[in-house]
């Protein structure tokens, strides 16, 4: 199941950014590749690392966590009134690790660090936007809503993502 309202949009990227992606698209290509300049056919000459975990510093895939609605189940209704449940990993209810509480705790606790991660190294203004409650994100946090995100890291420092 997607959400086609949870792709982000409206991402901004600078140029160095613009080159790693490119980098990439180059180098999964299968046999030819296209440019309008010369120069741009070479991206690799212009971007500070190949390694693809260094790219855009580590965030380069990442979609900004402050616009991502955190889920822990899917549930289908059919029109013959059946319903069919799921986690965020495909099990059903009566499978082993259904209902980890423990495991679901430390995936919100980890999410949440990300986002007030993110928001420092990013700051208020957000890098993608998706759609919630039917409008489209605020492009940037107000004060208070970035000092929350900030607290976050902290409150969460436990579960931040060791490199």
């Known amino acids: 199941m997607f959400n086609f309202m949870q792709i982000q949009t409206g991402r901004k990227l600078s140029d160095i950014e613009v080159n790693e ?3 990439v698209v180059k180098m999964r290509s299968y046999r030819y590749i296209a440019a309008a300049k010369k120069d741009w056919l070479y991206p690799e000459k212009m971007i500070p690392t ?12 990442m979609p900004d966590p402050r616009s991502v609605s955190f889920s822990s189940e899917i549930v289908i209704g059919y029109k013959d009134k059946r319903a069919d449940w799921f986690d965020a990993y495909g099990r059903k209810p009566w499978q082993s690790g ?19 991660e993110y928001a420092r190294v990013f700051g208020p203004k957000r890098r993608g936007l998706s759609y ?5 994100d605020n492009e940037e946090d107000s004060p208070d809503y970035h000092a929350y995100h900030l607290k ?10 060791k490199q």
């Open 132 to 136: 919630e409650f039917g409008r489209l």
């Open 152 to 161: 976050l890291e902290h409150k969460y420092k436990k579960n931040r993502y």
């Open 98 to 116: 259904y209902d980890d509480k423990k495991q679901h705790e430390e995936e919100w606790e980890t999410f949440h660090a990300f986002q007030g």
């Open 21 to 23: 992606i490119n980098f």
């Open 50 to 61: 190949q390694y693809w975990n260094k790219l855009g510093n580590g965030y380069l895939f």
